[in-house]
């Protein structure tokens, strides 16, 4: 793998966030695209690099606060036979340099004129509501990530039920908190247009993708969460909300500063919520792309 050929692999993950061998759930393989390898190309390339060029990769990756990390069939449900999975994810224990910007949230969730704190709150509930159809609902812990296949909901199931949380809100009247009022503005289909940019946005970081077979026509689009999202979601709970677990038990450990609100972060155009509170003791764990042991070939050396 040339210098040129790293930077088409780069691209292709920074679009797409993971490559497999042989996609799941029925997704056809990736064609090549003007300027974008094929998804056969990209996975051949990770394959056959040398332990010089799989270092540069890392190193290159790293000075972007990223991590390519791979997994096998038998790691997670839904990894084919045969297949491999390479997904692109942030580094906890990096910071994310300024490139990775929120503006695709705002620019996705904005309809008028709201500020950029207005357009977090709309995220931040959205993001929340996701999480509760995704995890509350199924008693399930961000630590299940092998469950990820049966956390699947309906376009209309999220906007429901953030009508419900804004039927709560004005509930409360006064005692509202002053953030959360500003969702109380909504006006027309602002409900429904705001839940399909944002899913469109879950889907563009690849946390979320289609249900190509329901049985339930009129529940509209289906949606499961991905590997990676479940995958992300595990990160995002164990190394940037402990200290929220912390502050609850009464154990805040001083070098760990409290923020008033999430930071949103994006790399590229692949929205991801993230905070900036310290990486937990123990590591999570999890398969290195580079772990030689990992990058041994099956015995049946196959590079399909």
């Known amino acids: 793998m040339n210098m ?17 061998r042989q996609p799941s759930g029925g997704r056809k393989r990736r064609a090549a695209r003007e300027g974008q390898l094929s998804e056969r190309d990209v996975c051949a390339l990770i394959d056959d690099a040398l332990d010089t060029e799989r270092e540069a990769l890392r190193d290159f990756l790293g000075g972007q606060g990223m991590r390519l990390r791979v997994f096998e069939p038998g790691d997670y449900p839904g990894i084919a036979p045969g297949s491999r999975l390479y997904a692109l994810m942030p580094d906890p224990e990096l910071e994310q340099p300024p490139l990775y910007t929120r503006d695709p949230i705002f620019d996705a969730l904005r309809l008028r004129q709201e500020s950029r704190a207005e357009l977090a709150q709309w995220y ?20 299940d990530v092998s469950r990820y296949q049966e956390a699947t909901f309906a376009t209309s199931e999220l906007s429901e039920l953030l009508r419900e949380q804004l039927e709560s809100l004005r509930a409360l009247g006064d005692t509202a908190p002053d953030a959360s009022r500003v969702l109380l503005d909504e006006r027309g289909e602002d409900i429904s247009r705001r839940v399909k940019a944002f899913i469109e946005l879950q889907v563009r970081a690849g946390h979320l993708e289609a249900v190509r077979e329901t049985s339930d026509e009129e529940a509209g689009d289906v949606w499961q969460q991905s590997l990676l999202g479940a995958l992300e979601a595990e990160q995002v709970g164990v190394h940037h909300l402990s200290h929220l677990v912390e502050l609850m038990s009464g154990q805040v450990r001083d070098d760990i500063p409290l923020r008033d609100e999430p930071v949103m972060n994006g790399a590229v155009d692949d929205p991801v919520v993230q905070d900036e509170a310290e990486r937990a003791d123990e590591p999570l764990d999890e398969t290195d792309l580079f772990d030689q042991q990992d990058l041994q070939e099956d015995a049946t050396g196959d590079r399909a």
């Not at 050929?5 to 497999?20: F, I, K, N, P």
């Not at 931040?124 to 630590?143: D, E, G, K």
């Open 4 to 20: 040129t050929e790293m930077g088409e692999v780069v691209a292709y993950l920074l679009r797409y966030r993971t490559a497999e």
């Open 124 to 143: 931040l509930q959205l993001w929340l509501l996701l999480h509760t159809l995704l995890y509350t609902r199924l008693n399930r812990a961000l630590s």
